[in-house]
């Protein structure tokens, strides 16, 4: 017998039953078949090592044990999706669509209720797996990945790919999951989601494999490098190269046919064989999906209608209220423990005084609870007929629940607020936003160490942060932390140092002052200083800048305490510099009035290479003509490559575009 050839023979029988079986719902061999095929080959492969495959399907029953998992940078952002909740917000959705002068077309996708996913194949195999993370950076789960029956390890073209989709759990893997733990006493999973999430970020994948993951395929991030130019058609590649596409995907002509396909699956979700949370909306045609471009978080092309919001009843058991950074008071719900999409609810949120005095929401009712997705939940209403006599009525307090200051409340505004500065709450709730991922990023100083160390009064002010290494000893000697963490943590906040005036002035937590508002003013100011100086009516100037937030931008920074602390910042090293393309007014005369046209996979992703050339009096289109001055091209360039050949245009890879901004 030839063992090579048997092998191959093996491999291609148990990946045409994996295929059959998994996406066509349509084995064409028995179980027990397949059992015998997949023995043989772990056999010959354990005595033929030379001859074992990397795509081998004996990979996927896991065996690698890992000391963590590794970072990965993805070359093009993974970025979230906006919502929409109801019919309104979806016809809204598509006239904003329609007064940028496109006809819509789209497709609609089953949101899968799972985990998102980056599989990368070279030459048709598959070489990493990664989450999303935060959109630029994720974890290496590719041992994990390999595990699912789902996911290729071959494609059936040897092509240089990367493909994006939703690792899940089925309905029927997590019931059976679960009664196993339950007969064993051990804690069970809550809902298929987070069954999948824990299961694709064990160390060792052995129990990954256990868990019998499932992935369908939903995205190519840059189809035009595959000559593609829809959507719909892109999905249709993906189903060649033999990944596993959901066969709900729908090709759509108008919002009336988006709005009757919705309704369907809202009302027959329930029917299908693992979760679902909504209706994924996507443009179809690439151009205008080019066009409409991205806001800094998600696509203007696309959007997730998300389902009604599962509703439950609880009893209120009491009121208490949180002081957030901005000094706001929130009165919270104390609930008695109820499960509400696969987790234990027991605070709601009740928004404020005149929210609750309109529900009369009492302390003792019978509320009713809604959570939607990773939102707080929320009390909705109050089952008043349920009532006995011994509710309370609410009664908003009067000063702080921390310090204990007089509480203020403007009468244009519908919250009150502590007025007191030097609130711990406001302080400690000021630090945990200066340190989170969107404003300066610091690993390893989460909600609970900063509150601890706020208490050990290590951190005090943001100034704080940056000599905590005067304190290495005393913090070794601390429960739960070492030479290797507290190390890490000092290499995360000097690297904060470095980020660019936009983290900065979002992490200082200036009211109404978000993470896209933040980067607005650091662009027209350069630096601090700049935006320190700038009067209310220079700023009420900008787009999107009103009065209200002009006026707490200068309110801020007329604050000595806070000048005090940005010259603070300032000596221990803070840069305080706009570190992006400043002005569209600097030209360059390798870019100004030039046009150029991007096209295969680059180290930088496309939109910053847009922005950069467009900073420099240049013009980004998608298509290759006789005006195209330059065409940019990274790996696997496709056609463009080719005419732009053709029509003798310049070809700049990543280092002639260097050369030429300088």
């Not at 979806?90 to 006809?103: S, V």
């Not at 936009?502 to 993470?515: C, S």
Request: proline fraction near 3%; charge should be negative; charged fraction near 30%.
């Amino acid at each position: 017998m030839n063992i090579e050839k048997r092998i191959d023979e093996l491999i291609t029988i148990i990946n045409n039953a994996n295929y059959e079986y998994y996406n066509l719902d349509s084995p064409s061999i028995t179980d027990q078949e397949y059992d015998r095929y997949m023995q043989e080959l772990i056999k010959l492969e354990n005595d033929y090592l030379e001859y074992k495959r990397d795509d081998s399907p004996t990979s996927r029953v896991g065996g690698k044990v890992l000391e963590n998992f590794v970072k990965v940078t993805h070359k093009i952002p993974m970025l979230s999706l906006g919502n929409v909740f109801n019919e309104f917000e979806i016809r809204a959705f598509d006239e904003k669509i329609k007064k940028e002068g496109i006809n819509p077309k789209y497709v609609c996708e089953l949101k899968i209720d799972g985990l998102a996913v980056s599989l990368t194949y070279e030459k048709g195999i598959l070489v990493r797996g990664a989450t999303r993370g935060d959109g630029v950076i994720g974890e290496d789960i590719t041992e994990n990945v390999k595990t699912i029956k789902t996911v290729p390890l071959k494609l059936d073209e040897e092509v240089d790919i990367e493909v994006r989709g939703e690792i899940y759990m089925s309905k029927n893997v997590f019931e059976f999951l679960n009664k196993d733990k339950a007969e064993k006493g051990l804690e069970m999973f809550k809902n298929p989601r987070n069954a999948a999430a824990g299961s694709v970020r064990q160390l060792d994948s052995k129990i990954a494999a256990s868990r019998k993951l499932d992935c369908f395929i939903y995205h190519l991030p840059n189809p035009k490098d595959f000559n593609i130019t829809t959507h719909y058609e892109s999905l249709e590649y993906l189903k060649r190269l033999g990944l596993n596409v959901n066969d709900n995907n729908k090709y759509i002509n108008n919002v009336e046919e988006l709005i009757e396909i919705i309704n369907y699956h809202t009302e027959n979700r329930h029917k299908l064989p693992y979760e679902i949370d909504g209706i994924v909306i996507k443009l179809d045609n690439i151009d205008d999906q080019q066009k409409l471009g991205f806001t800094s978080r998600y696509p203007k092309w696309a959007t997730a209608y998300k389902f009604p919001a599962e509703e439950i009843t609880t009893r209120l058991k009491d009121i208490i209220f949180t002081v957030g950074r901005t000094g706001q008071i929130t009165p919270n719900a104390v609930l008695e423990p109820v499960l509400i999409q696969g987790s234990t609810v027991s605070r709601a949120t009740l928004h404020n005084e005149k929210n609750i005095l309109d529900k009369d929401i009492r302390i003792g009712d019978i509320v009713v609870i809604r959570k939607a997705g990773d939102v707080i939940p929320e009390v909705v209403s109050v089952k008043k007929e349920r009532r006995d006599g011994r509710e309370k009525e609410f009664k908003m307090i009067k000063d702080c629940p921390i310090c204990n200051e007089d509480l203020i409340k403007k009468e244009e505004e519908a919250d009150y607020f502590c007025k007191n500065e030097m609130c711990d709450a406001k302080k400690i709730e000021g630090l945990i936003h200066f340190v989170s991922r969107e404003a300066m990023n610091i690993d390893g100083l989460g909600e609970k160490i900063i509150e601890h160390f706020y208490n050990m009064g290590y951190i005090t002010k943001i100034s704080d942060i940056y000599i905590l290494h005067n304190y290495k000893d005393e913090l070794m000697k601390i429960a739960g932390f070492g030479y290797k963490s507290i190390n890490n943590l000092l290499d995360s906040i000097e690297k904060s140092k470095h980020n660019s005036l936009e983290k900065l002035l979002f992490g200082f937590g200036i009211r109404q002052v978000g993470n896209r508002m933040a980067k607005t003013l650091s662009k027209k100011y350069i630096n601090i200083d700049n935006l320190i100086n700038a009067s209310k009516e220079e700023l009420n100037s900008i787009h999107d800048v009103g009065d209200v937030v002009s006026s707490n931008i200068v309110n801020y920074f007329n604050n000595n305490d806070n000048i005090n602390e940005i010259n603070n910042l300032r000596t221990l090293g803070i840069n305080m510099e706009y570190k992006g393309e400043i002005n569209s007014t600097k030209t360059n005369n390798n870019i100004n009035n030039k046009t150029f046209v991007i096209t295969g996979t680059l180290s930088i992703p496309r939109e910053e290479i847009k922005e950069l050339i467009e900073s420099l009096g240049g013009k980004v289109t998608t298509s290759v003509t006789k005006k195209t001055d330059a065409l940019i091209v990274g790996i696997n360039p496709g056609a463009k490559y080719e005419k732009a050949k053709a029509l003798n245009i310049n070809i700049w890879g990543e280092e002639e575009l260097k050369l030429n901004i300088k």
